[in-house]
């Protein structure tokens, strides 16, 4: 069963940095673009970042310079290098993946469980 799992949160100061990562596992034949989304409760999920295959990159406007969305292949996971952080990039931040299961017949998306971000001072 393919599953993402997160890591990297939790609570940081004003300007400071934190890296995020997110893994797939399970039976995977392969996976097309990833990204990263984040939650405020009470608001509707926005893309924060997103990555293709071929490493093609696109950012949200209020993380342009700040972020930067990377991806190993070889080990399944994309991360989240964010710096300058600021109290309005607190949220739940939630993994998304295009994957093709091993024995299927196509692309699905796939979420992880949310990893909390905490930006105070």
């Known amino acids: 069963q393919v599953q993402l799992v997160e890591s990297g949160g939790g609570l940081v100061q004003p300007g400071g940095s934190l890296r995020l990562s997110c893994a797939a596992s399970g039976s995977i034949f392969s996976i097309n673009a990833m990204g990263w989304y984040r939650q405020v409760a009470g608001k509707q999920r926005e893309l924060v970042a997103r990555?293709?295959?071929?490493?093609?990159?696109n950012y949200a406007d209020s993380v342009k310079d700040r972020f930067t969305i990377s991806r190993d292949n070889a080990k399944n996971t994309v991360y989240l290098q964010m710096n300058s952080l600021k109290p309005e990039d607190t949220a739940v931040y939630y993994c998304?993946?295009?994957?093709?299961?091993?024995?299927?017949?196509?692309?699905?998306?796939?979420w992880g469980q949310g990893t909390q971000v905490t930006v105070s001072s």
């Open positions: 998304k993946a295009g994957i093709w299961p091993s024995g299927y017949y196509a692309y699905r998306d796939y």
């Open positions: 990555i293709t295959s071929g490493g093609s990159t």
